[in-house]
């Protein structure tokens, strides 16, 4: 009985060992670029009326860098399978003379079936080094609104100024150099918020994923949501006047602001006040630690 296990186990292994090395050969003469082909397309508008930006993107991720154009630039760029490059395209238009609409790649989705796209998983695999990327260009000045949004892929703000900036991803974090305004809102469905420096008015909410934000001369109030991930938020320097509610339902609470007296009941919630406590800070985890420090 022992031998005879010991034969099956032999011819198994045998067999893999087989399978493996055919399944190598066959991948060594997959040809990666086989229905793949490059996009290049640019769009471009004078910023001097514009101080209004919607740009909404299906299949990227997004980069925002600043310019010293006198230009707002909206570049796509990258490979992707040829099949789906003759449906990509970049739409722009203006509304009125201050709003300028970027519609990059927005296509329309099949409904109620799943569809498997192989070029498009060679294309990830042989061109992982020129996957398609949006990369946008803003003229260095202070922007009334800039709205983003993306189905699938990550948003980056390098450096942007606006009176109110409003992203949203559905798959793929959304992560802030540095934010210059009133207001900043970023939701994320499966994704990480990332701020490094950012002021005003601050809502950020994400359903899986950690945030982490540090702010500076924050306004009324100050909202940081997270369904399953922790969150780290650093005020620097430390508001004089402000409230903080914090909670977890599955993790430590940590409130460390100079000049807050804390009151907890547990180690998962923490509240506590400075000054007249006008500015309301309230932070959120279902599942995950909270860590508030201010300086």
């Given at each position: ?154 948003i980056h703000f390098k450096e942007v100024k606006a009176e109110k900036l409003t992203a949203r991803s559905d798959t793929g974090g959304i992560t802030v150099d540095r934010y210059e305004g009133k207001q900043l809102n970023l939701q994320s469905d499966t ?105």
């Amino acid at each position: 009985m022992k031998r005879g296990v010991k034969f099956f186990l032999l011819f198994g292994f045998a067999c893999l060992a087989i399978g493996l090395i055919g399944a190598a050969a066959s991948f060594k003469t997959i040809d990666f670029n086989e229905g793949i082909t490059s996009i290049d397309i640019e769009k471009k508008i004078s910023a001097a009326n514009i101080d209004t930006l919607i740009l909404q993107n299906d299949i990227s991720g997004v980069t925002f860098i600043p310019s010293n154009s006198d230009e707002i630039k909206v570049h796509l760029a990258g490979m992707m399978g040829e099949a789906t490059a003759k449906n990509c395209t970049v739409e722009a238009a203006t509304e009125g003379i201050n709003v300028w609409r970027v519609d990059v790649c927005t296509q329309k989705k099949a409904q109620n079936h799943f569809n498997f796209d192989l070029t498009e998983l060679k294309n990830l695999i042989g061109n992982h080094g020129n996957h398609l990327r949006t990369e946008v260009s803003l003229p260095n000045k202070m922007y009334k609104s800039i709205t983003v949004s993306s189905d699938t892929g990550g948003i980056h703000f390098k450096e942007v100024k606006a009176e109110k900036l409003t992203a949203r991803s559905d798959t793929g974090g959304i992560t802030v150099d540095r934010y210059e305004g009133k207001q900043l809102n970023l939701q994320s469905d499966t994704g990480r918020i990332a701020v490094e420096n950012g002021q005003g008015n601050v809502t950020l909410k994400t359903d899986t994923g950690g945030i982490t934000a540090n702010l500076h001369d924050i306004g009324d109030s100050v909202s940081l949501e997270a369904d399953t991930g922790s969150i780290r938020l650093l005020l620097d320097p430390a508001p004089t006047g402000a409230s903080f509610d914090l909670s977890s339902d599955v993790g430590s609470v940590n409130l460390e602001v100079t000049g807050v007296i804390v009151q907890r009941n547990d180690h998962h919630s923490a509240k506590g006040s400075i000054g007249d406590g006008s500015k309301k800070v309230h932070v959120r985890t279902d599942t995950g630690y909270i860590s508030v420090t201010g300086r």
